[in-house]
DNA sequence: ATGAAAGCGCTAACAC
DNA sequence: GTGTTAGCGCTTTCAT
């Protein structure tokens, strides 16, 4: 195993000293191109990696940013911190990828593990069964920069990205009157959690704008962050107890893919059409929602620009750290509709 | 924005000097009980937190590892990471988890990155683009700890844990001739990759040892490390072109889960009976194959378990590095069958 | 049981 | 254009 090569080795062969070097590998403007050029041969010949740990150290910033997420395995999340990178590894940050798996025991611990090694940043979407938010206070306390997106702590006072989901409900809603739907049907997700309360709320208000009647027994809320197949085994649940009210729904506006598709699956076992008899929509548009027959239409959020976002927040935040009074901004992304069979009645419109 | 707390400050506080209160946290043997109790109660008090960097520095360990996916939205690789994590972090390790997006310059990049962070070590699968594996020959150069997860590197020198695809291929495949298959066709991946060479080696054995005789046509190989939607339409492609064939095969084996989605959809628009007409397994039971109808059989593997026991390949390697020669270990796991409609003839057995 | 002192490798203010 | 010096915060050997 050989010996690392410091900053001192290469000043020694080249006879001068370690600033120099340093200067010099920094490419600073006062330090003589032929130095310069040397020291780079030396640098190379040595094989000299700099220390990080020794630079942030002295520094004071370790250049690397915290990313929790609840869970890795979604796309959703993969291709959030696909977007994150995409932004920071230019001003040469690396990412630390922790999951809280929903916990929020895990969450502080990541939290803690993380301003423990001194990340310059920490950029979170809070676990579903946080309800309290003193672990995120210590970040800002700490002074570390604090950047949400997705599900955000109402009351967090930090900079935050989130797709316009009382919009996605809204929409969803909508096309589904569009086709002709008049009882509409809600698998709504936890209310504590405000993801799932402006879906609602977008419901509600598609609803009321197009004089469609509200029936309470038509929303049904549950757990919709759990493990996929147990989302599933609900979304059939509650589609039998659907089936079981004296007034039958025609469609169903799903907070998740996942009570969707089993839904659908349900549904086909039990014979009965879709969209004709029941039409529906789901949210987020997994890929199991293109695989499941027949196709199911659902919300597409915009995740790489969610965390191309994500990573604007922080770098901004990074910039106008020092000094003047620190005011949250909340960027909202505008999510899309794509349509499938499962909610295509007007099949030549 | 508060100063930080930090040893000496603690140190004044008591009128004692950084070592002691440094050992006192470390509970060290020799330090008294009564100053240990003052010193934990003042770092509590000024809410000390242990600069990590400076320790690193000084220790010249980091206590981080780096782990490098191909890409984080598989089920796979998010189960592998949470099997890790579960081992080390009683270790006191935290993770760093790169994505390579399956290119080798983007692979390179994350290398460079973790080892100029001095990760005490990295556990990484290789894209699926890497022929050349100098980048990982320098991790070893380093004499930074290497394993290797699922997709290892032939001829690199390192721990590795696996999951025996050859007996995945084999016991797909004959589970499809004890279903009465006689003329099994293989979607392949590309044989650079160890892994699809070893599953259609299972394929090539278990029709050798049933003397079920082999037709090269129906082995067709191609990219199966790709976006899943591309992967569907070439499942749908190679199952159109394994239809045009003289003689048709009457079942698949496909060493992807979405190659053999994307034959089934082809197959249910043709109205080509699964499974009596033709019968498929798929490879990796990814969620998508319990959601389409007919559900794909598939092979299972231990992710997790996997992610488990590369963890303790790394510790392992910590624990024994100084002198001693080092010898590579190979783990293999066992995979399993997860049958489900695809592949199900004798519905009574 | 505690202290003194040195140093991990790098950077930056201040010199000249 | 380059050197000097000091120090980031912690650990650890050698003293006592």
Same mark, same amino acid.
């Given at each position: 195993?050989?010996?690392?090569?410091?900053?001192?080795?290469?000043?020694?062969?080249?006879?001068?000293?370690?600033?120099?070097?340093?200067?010099?590998?920094?490419?600073?403007?006062?330090?003589? &191109?032929?130095?310069?050029?040397?020291?780079? !041969?030396?640098?190379?010949?040595?094989?000299?990696?700099?220390?990080?740990?020794?630079?942030?150290?002295?520094?004071?910033?370790?250049?690397?940013?915290?990313?929790?997420?609840?869970?890795?395995?979604?796309?959703?999340?993969?291709?959030?911190?696909?977007?994150?990178?995409?932004?920071?590894?230019?001003?040469?940050?690396?990412?630390?990828?922790?999951?809280?798996?929903?916990?929020?025991?895990?969450?502080?611990?990541?939290?803690?593990?993380?301003?423990?090694?001194?990340v310059?940043?920490?950029?979170?979407?809070?676990?579903?069964?946080?309800?309290?938010?003193?672990?995120?206070?210590? %970040?800002?306390?700490?002074?570390?920069?604090?950047?949400?997106? &997705?599900?955000?702590?109402?009351?967090?006072?930090?900079?935050?990205?989130?797709?316009?989901?009382?919009?996605?409900?809204? %929409?969803?809603?909508?096309?589904?009157?569009?086709?002709?739907?008049? !009882?509409?049907?809600?698998f709504?997700?936890?209310?504590?959690?405000?993801?799932?309360?402006?879906?609602?709320?977008?419901?509600?208000?598609?609803?009321?704008?197009?004089?469609?009647?509200?029936?309470?027994?038509?929303?049904?809320?549950?757990?919709?962050?759990? &493990?996929?197949? !147990?989302?599933?085994?609900?979304?059939?649940?509650?589609?039998?107890?659907?089936?079981?009210?004296?007034?039958?729904?025609?469609?169903?506006?799903?907070?998740?893919d996942?009570?969707?598709?089993?839904?659908?699956?349900?549904?086909?076992?039990k014979?009965?059409? %879709?969209?004709?008899?029941?039409a529906?929509?789901?949210?987020?548009?997994d890929?199991?929602?293109?695989?499941?027959?027949?196709?199911l239409?659902?919300?597409?959020?915009?995740?790489?620009?969610?965390?191309?976002?994500?990573?604007?927040?922080?770098?901004?935040?990074?910039?106008?750290?020092?000094?003047?009074?620190?005011?949250?901004?909340?960027?909202?992304?505008?999510?899309?509709?794509?349509?499938?069979?499962?909610?295509?009645?007007?099949?030549?419109?």
């Amino acid at each position: 195993m050989k010996k690392k090569t410091t900053l001192s080795d290469i000043a020694k062969k080249l006879n001068v000293t370690p600033s120099t070097v340093s200067r010099a590998l920094d490419d600073h403007p006062r330090i003589s &191109d032929s130095t310069k050029k040397a020291v780079l !041969k030396i640098a190379h010949q040595f094989n000299y990696q700099p220390n990080n740990i020794a630079s942030a150290l002295r520094k004071g910033k370790s250049n690397i940013i915290g990313v929790i997420v609840p869970t890795s395995d979604r796309q959703f999340f993969a291709s959030i911190i696909r977007g994150i990178e995409e932004i920071v590894r230019n001003e040469g940050y690396s990412l630390i990828i922790c999951q809280s798996d929903e916990q929020t025991s895990k969450e502080k611990e990541k939290i803690d593990a993380l301003l423990q090694i001194q990340v310059d940043g920490i950029i979170a979407s809070v676990a579903k069964e946080t309800t309290d938010y003193d672990h995120f206070k210590k %970040i800002r306390n700490r002074g570390v920069p604090l950047v949400l997106y &997705d599900r955000i702590g109402e009351s967090l006072e930090a900079n935050a990205v989130v797709i316009n989901d009382y919009m996605g409900g809204y %929409i969803a809603v909508e096309h589904l009157i569009q086709q002709g739907c008049k !009882k509409i049907a809600h698998f709504a997700g936890q209310q504590h959690i405000g993801i799932y309360q402006d879906r609602m709320r977008g419901y509600l208000e598609a609803m009321k704008a197009y004089n469609i009647p509200f029936n309470e027994e038509w929303v049904i809320e549950s757990d919709l962050i759990d &493990d996929t197949q !147990k989302i599933l085994e609900l979304g059939k649940e509650m589609t039998q107890q659907l089936l079981n009210l004296p007034e039958r729904p025609d469609a169903i506006f799903s907070a998740s893919d996942f009570a969707a598709l089993g839904a659908i699956q349900f549904l086909n076992e039990k014979k009965i059409s %879709i969209p004709d008899e029941i039409a529906l929509v789901g949210y987020s548009n997994d890929f199991a929602s293109s695989i499941i027959e027949p196709g199911l239409t659902s919300i597409d959020q915009y995740t790489k620009q969610m965390g191309n976002m994500a990573a604007k927040h922080f770098l901004n935040q990074i910039n106008t750290k020092s000094g003047e009074q620190f005011t949250p901004e909340l960027t909202l992304l505008t999510p899309e509709l794509v349509i499938r069979a499962s909610s295509l009645r007007n099949k030549h419109v």
